[in-house]
Every structure is written in structure tokens, then in C-alpha cells.
């Protein structure tokens, strides 16, 4: 993934039987954040988010808090 240098509305799916949540991400230093619309529940460090816009896959990585 490009350095994000503004926040991008994107879709994300944290685990393969999941819904998309709405967030936004940004960079911040040599992570992605991750801010969601609505609370979500169960979020795991060592899971893995995937980043959508559309039906474009953006990028996506590991959890780590």
C-alpha cells in the first residue's frame, strides 16, 4: 500500500466469516490506523484487517492492538 497521507473511507473485514465494517485509515509512522464507524466487537491482536474500497482490494495486515 502508498503512504496514506489523509484518512480514506474504506471498508474492512477483520476475520473470513465477518461483516465489512466502515472505518477510516490513515498512516502513523510505519502502521496503518484503523478508526471504525461503529464499535466492533472481538478485534484480536495477531488477527488480520483487510482493506476495501469497493470491490478493490487496498492492502491489509496484521493486528497488533
Known amino acids: 500500500m ?13 476475520r473470513y466469516s465477518s461483516k465489512m465494517a466502515k472505518a477510516k485509515i490513515i498512516e502513523d509512522k510505519n502502521n496503518i ?19 476495501y474500497k469497493n470491490d478493490i482490494v487496498l492492502g491489509g495486515g496484521k493486528i497488533i492492538n
Open 33 to 51: 490506523k484503523v478508526v471504525f464507524e461503529e464499535e466492533q466487537r472481538a478485534i484480536t491482536p495477531g488477527q488480520s484487517a483487510v482493506f
Open 2 to 14: 502508498d503512504n496514506i497521507k489523509e484518512w480514506i473511507d474504506v471498508d474492512v473485514k477483520t
